[in-house]
């Protein structure tokens, strides 16, 4: 399975945007999925995942009430609609498959980079103030 990460971009703060993580080579429909960021010099930063069906959702606290995770299994990919955004949500944000729903179980395995087997090539946001 290849993830392609899209959508990213500049945009003033208190704008949006929506990143899409389409997969090729294969079927996501029973992967969970997240997205990560990642800004030069820091580790990379758990933001939001979904389980297969899309029915349990999870939010880093920074997301929560501003980003939305979702996904179309028909079309295999998974989006994140970003609104109200922040300078200090500039950064690559990449998109991952983990290959079982135990991923999402503990916040420590869903928030945890190494819980994934699948990377998107990551899409850069660039917020201006």
């Known amino acids: 399975v290849q993830l392609q990460a899209s959508g990213g971009g500049l945009v003033q703060a208190g704008g949006s945007l929506r990143l899409s993580c389409a997969a090729t080579?294969?079927?996501?429909?029973?992967?969970?999925i997240a997205w990560f960021r990642q800004v030069p010099g820091k580790e990379r930063e758990f933001v939001a995942a979904?389980?297969?069906?899309?029915?349990?959702?999870y939010y880093a606290n920074s997301a929560k009430g501003r980003f939305t995770i979702s996904r179309d299994n028909a079309v295999n990919t998974v989006y994140l609609q970003m609104n109200i955004l922040k300078p200090e949500d500039a950064a690559v944000y990449y998109c991952?498959?983990?290959?079982?729903?135990?991923?999402?179980?503990?916040?420590?395995?869903?928030?945890?980079?190494?819980?994934?087997?699948?990377w998107g090539q990551g899409t850069l946001v660039t917020v201006s103030s």
């Open positions: 080579g294969g079927t996501i429909g029973t992967y969970p």
């Open positions: 991952a498959a983990g290959t079982s729903h135990s991923t999402l179980l503990s916040l420590r395995a869903r928030s945890s980079p190494g819980s994934y087997f699948y």
């Open positions: 979904i389980s297969w069906s899309g029915g349990t959702i």
